[in-house]
Every structure is written in C-alpha cells, then in structure tokens.
C-alpha cells in the first residue's frame, strides 16, 4: 500500500508535466556559427498547431540561457515573475490585457530562484496590446495575459546577466 500511495503522485505529477515538456522539447539547438531564419509560414504553421493542439508554446529554438518561442494564448495566463530572465514580445495576430508589475496575487515558487506565479497580479498595469506591439519585460517584473479571445506572439526569452 505504501508503495502505490508513493507512486500515485510521482505518476500525477509526471502526467501533469508532459504537456510543459511537450510544449519545448524537439527544439533543435540554436547553432554557434551561422544565423537561422524563421520565415512567415514556419510561424503561422506553429501557431495554427499550438490553437489545433491546445498548447500554449512551442519552442522553434533552444540556446540554453535563450530561446525563440511561438505561444498562442485563448484564455487567461497564469500570472508569473522570472528571476533571471528577460522577455521580449512580438504580437503577431490577435489581442489581449496584459498586465504588469504589480504583486502577484497567490504566489508559489517557480523552478528556478526568483521564479513566482500565481492566480493573479494585484496593482499592477493593464494595458491592450494587439497585432505589431513589442514588449519588453525584464527579470524581476510580474507579467500575465488577463484576458484574451486568441493572441498569438513570439517569446524571445533570455537569461539575465551580471553588467560588464
């Protein structure tokens, strides 16, 4: 009996992994001797996977401390604050209410030191954003979507470092 009532959760925390995991993995590595292009159709493909499938990300590029990403939202995003990394948003279609800074609202520790997120963000931000908008959004600040019909954008995402 023990052994089932410590293999349950191992076996429900796996299951609730997999679609994160599913979500980046396959990305090829980002090279270190030559550029890599994304053309319209590679993105718009991810994109119309992501609505079809029910998935939030897919990672078109993995460089370790960055990576480039296509996410389609169709609701409300968990609220979250990195520690060591920085965002950049390129909305390519669609519409939201972001919302930033602020204190998240519920928190719970990430993966990593300074990661949060939570049910919320109290006090912080909102503005629309929309098709053509870049936003930037560094380590330390709250961000989330609260409130979305469908966007879609790339998430340029890279890890923080100390200034030279």
């Given at each position: 009996m023990a052994i089932i009532s410590l293999r349950l959760p191992l076996f429900l925390t796996i299951l609730l992994c997999?679609?994160?995991?599913?979500?980046?993995?396959?990305?090829?590595p980002a090279p270190t001797d030559k550029a890599v292009d994304f053309s319209q159709a590679e993105i718009e493909a991810a994109a119309e996977f992501l609505a079809a499938e029910g998935i939030l990300t897919k990672r078109l590029l993995e460089g370790g401390v960055f990576?480039?990403?296509?996410?389609?939202?169709?609701?409300?995003?968990?609220?979250?604050?990195?520690?060591?990394?920085?965002?950049?948003?390129?909305?390519?279609?669609?519409?939201?209410?972001?919302?930033?800074?602020?204190?998240?609202?519920?928190?719970e520790p990430g993966a990593g030191p300074g990661e949060w997120r939570g049910t919320a963000i109290a006090g912080g931000v909102e503005r629309q954003i929309k098709a053509g908008d870049v936003i930037f959004i560094p380590p330390g600040v709250?961000?989330?979507?609260?409130?979305?019909?469908?966007?879609?954008?790339?998430?340029?995402r890279f890890e923080a470092r100390q200034p030279d």
């Open positions: 997999a679609p994160a995991l599913a979500q980046t993995a396959g990305a090829p990576s480039v990403n296509v996410r389609h939202i169709e609701a409300a995003e968990t609220a979250l604050q990195h520690g060591r990394i920085t965002e950049v948003w390129v909305v390519r279609e669609g519409e939201g209410l972001l919302v930033t800074g602020g204190t998240i609202v519920n928190a709250p961000h989330g979507i609260r409130q979305t019909a469908a966007i879609t954008y790339l998430n340029i």
